[in-house]
């Protein structure tokens, strides 16, 4: 054979097996179809180590679906049409969730809290539905399930062969203007607050640009369209009760505004970034920049979405997520990278995943690009939990601190003496005689 | 009745209330923490110390209180399908972090069960414990009852809705049926002073745990369509067939007496409703705080002028009742039934009914006329996976 033969025969070699590994979906998109090794070896790590979720909304779907929410709930077990349930997360390796407390923004559901978020509605109460629902979720399937409310918790799930489930709440919007209610939510279990969904609230501004829009950015609202002070109020206050501030959905003035006062670790519990796909609920390199292991940079994690939406509708692909997350790792390091689904919370997924079932694939091309075991452990949850055990920490060291007295300046109905009855009746004659005065010196 | 009491049965009272706890079953305190402040978790602090009102430490200190029951109360909203939105639940949750905040205070003890209750009393704190003051502040919702259970409630009025009939029979809904069972399924005390007499009747039949009134008088005494009708009084005792629950006496005037209300009567109230039930079917509520959405304040009533119990004023003037029940002739045990042992003991035996019915499930039902759910409009369809969506039509085909 002549030099110029073997060399083309190389090259057709080359080429038969570099397109015997690339598929070509039914799209444009294309994916590294897993080698068998590589799902392999992902397996086996996911078998070795805990892979925490942190964002699956499934408990929405089950309240779209039926007028007895609950009843949905044997779903899990059983088989769901959407993205998450028991089999299939077992079948995926997945070892511990976020289930996320929502509720939509008034405004995407017809309801006009006003310019001042101030008028009355249902949400509170619909919170308190989605709370109940997700206890119920893990009660039904306690064989499976395990409710945690610290890394600790979690891993010990795990290390009994449980999927640890967690609870964040997504939006502000929910909070009924109070950061009383938030200390009750913290006390019903919530772990991360994700300060806005798609709409700006008293406490902070949005991005805006979900599902079902034209994804341009909200119009601002706040002046500097980040946080309120009513807002760094609940920041110090999430510290003190030691739930994670999570800024997906938020501005990058309100990304920025929150790592000027934060004293913890932060949260993106599922995002991509803006430099590989210009979306408004991107993260912008100013903000990568100020997450990392370096002096003054924030300790925080920032987990990768699998929405197709926000990075590249058609075309986005296991590859698209593994790209943004190595760009993270690029930026911030690898001890900052992590993943959140958002199953069941959007209409289509990237390619190559079509839900739990089909983490190994994502993990193997992190095995095939060359991520180490070590880095992979850090990623599926070794971060998150060092970034949770972290705000578990700060929590201590705020233990003296009062909780917060802040009241959302714009309502009017504290004090309430107007409770009191026909000319405050009700009240203790002292109390009257205080209410009253008081009331006389405001005139 | 003049008194009879001595200031050697006050001596006796303070000794057995040093020795077993009073509960009083029903303080409205937070809602007069809201009233006086724009920021109410400041006075969490004050409480402590001296505090406008009826109560505060030292005047508890004074009156040796055991325990205490918060209510958690907002008024009553307009309307008679109570669909109407509202900041309701957002409001009652800022009086639980009140509460749960006030609980962290050293004088105060967070308690759910007589076990908590007796530990805290060992310990000198005054055991604290939450009630609901109507069920107009769960939001319709089945789902609201369970959160505030597991928020550590340990009862909850069946209603502080308006009086007149919105349901047919002026009784008990649907949904109240289903709350009942719930309640009883949670470990949560029925408490039934407020509502009609029909609701009453139907909620104790349909209880299967003890009920509470936790803070209800003797229409006998006094004819108030607040207080306890005899026939349903002749429902509560020790007999065959009959509920186990407590009745608790309160200090409301309006509720005690049209003309003159004084610590006398409130006894009188004791002594009759003790006649109907029995001594171990009663109990002590203040109503401190002075919370109730049905009250008609009196036309001869003056600002200023001191209204109130005369004799029961204020939280360190319980052992002056306690006397006068001495006076009257109950024995030690029976009075350490009344102070607190009575409502101890339904309170063990509503968490006995709990771990009886530990293996029934959650109830799945909804208040049917919201049309809320299932919730499909707007975003809560936006965001769903395809697969739901492709799965939703087929079934709407089917």
New interface residues.
């Given amino acids: 054979m002549s030099p110029a033969q073997s060399y083309t025969g190389m090259l057709l070699g080359i080429l038969f097996l570099v397109s015997s590994v690339w598929a070509v979906s039914a799209g444009q998109a294309e994916y590294h179809v897993p080698d068998p090794r590589h799902l392999s070896k992902a397996k086996d790590l996911l078998q070795q180590f805990q892979l925490i979720d942190t964002h699956v909304d499934t408990p929405q779907v089950f309240r779209v679906m039926s007028r007895q929410p609950h009843d949905m709930i044997e779903t899990m077990a059983t088989g769901f049409p959407g993205h998450f349930d028991i089999p299939r997360a077992r079948e995926g390796g997945v070892g511990g969730v976020f289930f996320t407390v929502w509720s939509p923004c008034q405004d995407q559901i017809g309801v006009d809290v006003g310019p001042d978020f101030l008028n009355p509605d249902d949400t509170v109460r619909d919170v308190l539905e989605q709370f109940d629902l997700i206890n119920g979720i893990v009660e039904q399937n306690n064989q499976t399930f395990s409710l945690a409310t610290t890394a600790e918790e979690m891993e010990h799930a795990f290390s009994e062969g449980k999927i640890g489930v967690m609870m964040g709440m997504e939006g502000s919007h929910m909070l009924g203007n109070s950061l009383a209610t938030m200390r009750v939510y913290a006390s019903l279990g919530v772990r991360y607050l994700t300060l806005t969904h798609v709409c700006h609230s008293a406490f902070a501004s949005s991005a805006g640009g979900g599902a079902g829009t034209d994804g341009s950015a909200l119009k601002p609202v706040h002046a500097g369209n980040g946080l309120t002070d009513f807002g760094r109020a609940l920041v110090l206050e999430l510290n003190r009760l030691g739930v994670m501030v999570d800024l997906s959905h938020v501005t990058p003035q309100t990304m920025h505004d929150v790592l000027d006062i934060t004293r913890s670790p932060v949260l993106f519990s599922h995002s991509a970034t803006r430099a590989l796909y210009d979306h408004p609920r991107n993260i912008p390199d100013s903000v990568l920049e100020r997450i990392g292991s370096k002096p003054g940079q924030n300790l925080g994690v920032i987990h990768s979405i699998l929405t197709d939406l926000f990075m590249g509708p058609g075309n986005a692909t296991i590859d698209t997520v593994v790209d943004h997350v190595e760009y993270i790792a690029h930026k911030c390091g690898k001890a900052h990278v992590g993943l959140g689904s958002d199953f069941d919370g959007m209409p289509s997924t990237v390619k190559g995943i079509d839900g739990d079932e089909d983490w190994p694939k994502l993990i193997a091309e992190f095995v095939r690009r060359g991520w180490t075991d070590d880095e992979i452990h850090g990623l599926v949850s070794g971060n998150l939990r060092r970034v949770m055990r972290e705000n578990e920490q700060v929590k201590r060291t705020l233990v003296a601190d009062l909780p917060s007295r802040a009241i959302y300046e714009k309502r009017t109905d504290l004090p309430a003496p107007n409770w009191g009855g026909p000319s405050g009746a009700y009240l203790p004659p002292k109390v009257r005689e205080l209410v009253f005065h008081r009331r006389h010196d405001e005139l | 009745m003049a008194t009879s009491r001595t200031a050697q049965h006050r001596q006796r009272a303070l000794a057995l209330m040093t020795d077993h706890p009073l509960i009083d079953s029903h303080v409205d305190l937070p ?2 923490m ?9 006075t969490v602090k004050q409480i402590a110390g001296t505090f ?3 109560v505060d430490v030292p005047r508890m200190r004074a009156g040796k209180v055991g325990g205490l029951f918060m209510s958690v109360w ?2 009553c909203g307009p309307g008679t399908d109570f669909l109407a ?3 309701d ?3 009652a ?2 009086e ?3 509460i ?2 006030l609980m962290k205070e050293s004088d105060f003890q967070a308690a759910r069960s007589a076990a908590d209750v007796r530990a805290a009393f060992k310990a000198g704190k005054f055991a604290t414990l939450i009630g609901v003051e109507g069920g107009h502040m769960l ?3 089945l ?2 009852l ?2 505030w259970a ?2 550590a409630f340990a009862s909850s009025a069946g209603s502080g809705g308006p009086m007149t009939a919105v349901h047919p029979g002026n009784g008990l809904s649907k949904l109240g049926e289903a709350l009942i069972g719930e309640m009883n399924r949670l470990g949560i005390m029925v408490d039934i002073s407020h509502v009609s007499d029909e609701t009453m009747r139907q909620a104790i039949k349909l209880s299967k745990a003890p009920v509470i009134f936790s803070h209800s008088n003797a229409r006998a005494e006094c004819d108030h369509p607040r207080n306890v009708p005899d026939d349903v009084l002749e429902m509560i005792g020790s007999g065959e067939g009959k509920n186990r629950g407590v009745v608790q006496c309160v200090f409301y005037p309006a509720f005690t007496d049209p003309v003159k209300p004084t610590l006398e009567r409130v006894a009188d109230h004791l002594e009759y409703m003790a006649g109907k039930c029995g001594k171990a079917h009663v109990g002590i509520a203040s109503d ?5 959405c049905h ?1 008609q ?1 009196r036309a001869d ?1 003056v ?6 119990v005369e004799g029961l004023e204020d939280a360190s003037k319980y052992p002056d009742l306690i006397a006068e029940m001495l006076a009257r002739g109950w024995t030690d045990e029976e009075v350490i039934g009344l102070m607190g042992g009575n409502l101890l003991r339904v309170m063990d035996e509503v968490d006995e009914v709990q771990l009886a019915l530990a293996g029934e499930e ?1 109830s ?3 208040y049917e006329e919201r049309t ?21 039509t087929q079934n709407e085909e089917k």
């Fill in positions: 809602y007069v809201r009233a006086l402040t724009k920021k109410p978790v400041e406008p009102g009826d907002i008024p939105p509202s900041h639940v957002r409001d949750l800022e639980i972090d009140m749960q905040l939001g319709n919702s789902s609201v369970r959160i597991q928020l401190f705080g002075r919370s109730s009250v304040p009533r600002d200023g002028m001191e209204h109130g959650a799945a039902e909804v809320d759910i299932p919730a499909v409009k707007g975003a809560w369809a936006d965001y769903l996976p395809d697969a739901v969506r492709r799965y939703l």
